[in-house]
């Protein structure tokens, strides 16, 4: 998936250590042949072949259920989050790449094939339609956070009670570790640290990828609506139930802002995110104490 991984767990033995590993891996491989963008082969690609045919295609449970949920997303953010962005990620990924801002032009195209309410869903047969030609899906920012959950289950389906799953910094920790203490997380150089508990945790930013342009800072991170990566973006944190949802919920508030970020927590149980600015990180927005740790 184009990330380092990293899983922790502890077992009884090192042979059931092994076979814990060996499945995890496995996992990863079958979720990578479905979501990923690069792969010419994979249920991701093959499904945006079928855009503008008119054709209806049956998908994976997967695939389905990453759909569905970023659906209801692209609806509470109005199109903040929106898996058919490919056509604008890829561009900006290019446009990082060479450090050179994209023309009206391109934009301009890349922009008409994207658009969430262009995906037709039949809830009975499991099956999506992509009703315009040349549209491109991009699960970059839920794809990650959901492995991590289904890692996460296959280790818990192997017998282990205490593990972490890291992708890349979307992570997803049991209640405790053996010692009956939670695992702690730093956020960062300088940052808080947080306790994490039977919960997950992603982050959103710019750091490693962006362009700058006439004194402005662009992300990777492109707001679907409009084109353009998201400038002078602030680092997100969210924490949640499940890895799906912080990974998600991460991405959409760094496009939408911190006081749309606000309401949209409110329909996500148990979740709750950090904005970090200069002058540290501030919960925005909670339903209740996050474990903290200075």
């Known amino acids: 998936m184009g990330t380092a991984w990293k899983i922790i767990i502890y077992t009884t033995d090192q042979y059931s250590a092994g076979q814990a590993f060996d499945a995890c891996w ?6 990578n042949d479905v979501f990923s963008d690069y792969d010419a082969k994979s249920e991701a690609t093959m499904l945006s072949h079928t855009s ?13 259920q990453v759909l569905t949920f970023s659906h209801k997303l692209s609806t509470f953010t109005e199109g903040g989050f929106d898996v058919s962005i490919g056509p604008l990620s890829k561009l900006w990924r290019r446009a990082i790449r060479q450090q050179e801002y994209p023309s009206q032009e391109y934009l301009a195209k890349a922009r008409s094939r994207v658009g969430y309410e262009l995906i037709d869903y039949d809830n009975v047969q499991q099956k999506v339609m992509l009703q315009k030609t040349d549209m491109q899906l991009d699960f970059g920012g839920i794809a990650k956070g959901y492995t991590v959950d289904e890692v996460y289950h296959v280790l818990k389906l192997s ?19 053996p010692d009956g203490e939670r695992w702690l997380v730093r956020l960062g150089a300088g940052q808080d640290s947080l306790l994490l508990s039977d919960q997950a945790i992603a982050t959103s930013g710019d750091s490693f990828k962006h362009l700058n342009y006439k004194g402005k800072r662009y992300a990777h991170i492109v707001d679907p609506k409009v084109g353009v990566g998201v400038d002078d973006l602030e ?3 969210v924490l949640a139930p499940d890895c799906m949802t912080a990974d998600a919920l991460a991405s959409a508030i760094s496009v939408v802002g911190q006081e749309t970020g606000k309401e949209l ?13 200069s002058n540290g990180a501030m919960i925005l927005e909670s339903g209740a104490e996050v474990p903290k740790e200075n």
């Open 26 to 31: 496995a996992r990863v491989d079958e979720l």
């Open 235 to 237: 680092n997100v944190t």
């Open 159 to 177: 017998g282990v009670e205490h593990m972490l799953v890291d992708g890349g910094g979307d992570m997803m920790a049991s209640k405790e570790k």
């Open 265 to 277: 927590i409110k329909n996500y149980t148990n979740s709750f995110f950090y904005i970090t600015t």
């Open 52 to 64: 503008g045919s008119d054709r209806w295609t049956e998908v994976s449970d997967e695939m389905w």
